[in-house]
């Protein structure tokens, strides 16, 4: 059976406009069912419409809510989408597997923690990470330099939102929500369910913000509809490949600003100390989480396990207890099914280095039997440094651990990948936690976490190293000189 969708949405004074267009056909196809998502095939007068009206109710309802009125929404949402009798979570946690191809059990623990992050507590924090005075979003605060400032949030915000993990896109949409700004959402192609979704759910809590989005579907690079979203904006954020943010920043005119997330690298470190006898399984099992959840698809998964030396368990060992750990996953979490695209990147790795360790005795392959579900490839570069030292993994559950003498040796394998290194999981003792942060930062990490938690970020981490909301204001100051004249020309002044 057939499973069909409307997937869109639109300010409620705006559907009948969106409903008369021609529409296309979304088709997924995994576990054994079919979903065709029904999306409207837009052009750029419907843009300039939807834009129009956007910018209205962005200026008679939602700039003058207060940040914490907003908060209190979003947390309300948040709350149905936790209780897993909603409606719209169930028909997520249904759809989702079937749009990604992912374990649906994996998709209903990852929105389970992720979702978690979006509650009352967690958004404060990500305000207050980014302004001093939260406040100042709401209102003209008293600097400590004397005088006032405020900021504001752009009046419309495009985003280009990522596709690799479902639910990602809430991040991007709430930070347009809590500056008060309009929302003109493009999905992608891979996962465009979940934001139509959310969307709704605000819907039925506060009609006249929800009329403040647009959720849509476009192909990506569609030079009109891009031209008229991107010109109509007073910010832009986007995630995507490489070129996708080449075409979008091409697009994108001069005087708009524009946050781009393109393709980060992930790796993590393990210290000797891990690798005791009573910690050695444990660092394993946290490694093999960390490249098994979403297939290592999004930027935050790791590429390679930097273990350093003379543990009680060996970097050998440990490279199989890490396999063991994988296969574990898979037998509980089986990955998704791949594009022939896909399989024939891993078995080309695979064949490459079992072709490689015939002359290299430092380097071996651990696999899956009978498939490309995992691969941990065991290479040890001490005696053979090269260039590309640093070795990318073709995704999909296939990671790389190397040993070091010292885990501030890695430094020459991650040089030329200083700004592009997203995440990199820890562990390690407090003996040196020091040094190893210290080191990190020094080479562009963005973000430093424990080993286990890399595909799961914390409120108001700074997104490739920038303010995840602060970069999207702009700042109105009032200067203490004005404070002091304007007492010259009281009236009431003795």
Known sequence: MTLNYSCFHVP?????????LPLKKLVFENHHEVLELQVPELNPEI?????DTLKF????YLRKLKTNDIIKILNEAIQKWLDPRYELRQFAEHLLPIITGYDPEMVRLFLNQYLREFRKEKLQRMIDEDFPNPLILDEFR???????????????ITHIFSGNVPALPLWSLTAGLLLKSATLGKVSSSEPLFPVLFAKTLKEIDPKLADAMAVLSWKGGDEALEKESFSRSNAVVAYGGKESIESIKQKVPSHVPLQSHGHKVSFGVITNECLSATKGAEAAKLAASDVSWFDQQGCLSPHVFFVERNGKYSTSDFAEMLANEMANIQHKHPRADLTDEEQHAIVKFRSTIELESFENNNLRIIQSNDNTAWTVVYRDLEENIRKDTFPFSPLNRFVTVIPVDSILDIKKYINKLKGYIQTVGVGCSPQSFSSIISMLGESGVNRICALGSMPHPQPGWHHDGRFHLADLVHFCDVEASLEDLMDDFDPFRI
Do not use: D, F
């Open 57 to 60: 109710q962005q200026q008679t």
């Open 12 to 20: 409620e004074s705006c559907e009948e406009h969106v409903k008369n």
């Open 47 to 51: 843009i300039t419409y939807l834009t």
């Open 142 to 156: 008293p600097r400590k330099s004397g005088g006032l400032y405020r900021a504001y949030g752009p009046e419309l």
